[in-house]
């Protein structure tokens, strides 16, 4: 018998819009999309968060100008409550979506954990 694991996963992205934690996020998000100013913010935040990742991964520091910029953006997405909300939304899914993953890869763990106990 030969198991397709994709068409598992496909059918679990078919079921994960269901949740309330999903439509929830969905929810918050469109508020977020329908919303100009809040959009071109979270926009602003998006791309601030990347360039912050990138110059971890080159063990590269901000400038203070970067750095003044960057909380200025950060203050004004503190203010702003359809971002606050997109954002609490958020971490909502990505909780369901790490009790999914430990779930999924439950039999790795426990191979591990024999293997530790040998």
Excluded: C, H, R
């Excluded at 203010?79 to 439950?106: P, R, S, W």
């Amino acid at each position: 018998m030969t198991v397709n694991i994709y068409d598992n996963a496909n059918e679990m992205a078919k079921v994960l819009v269901e949740t309330d934690q999903y439509k929830a996020w969905q929810t918050a998000f469109d508020a977020v999309q329908g919303d100009a100013d809040s959009k071109d913010l979270f926009k602003q935040f998006q791309m601030i968060q990347m360039t912050v990742q990138q110059m971890m991964q080159a063990q590269q520091q901000p400038t203070p100008d970067q750095e003044k910029e960057w909380d200025a953006v950060a203050k004004q997405v503190q203010e702003n409550d359809k971002i606050k909300d997109l954002m609490a939304a958020e971490q909502v899914l990505n909780t369901l979506l790490g009790e999914i993953n430990e779930i999924v890869t439950k039999p790795v763990s426990e191979s591990y954990a024999k293997a530790q106990q040998a």
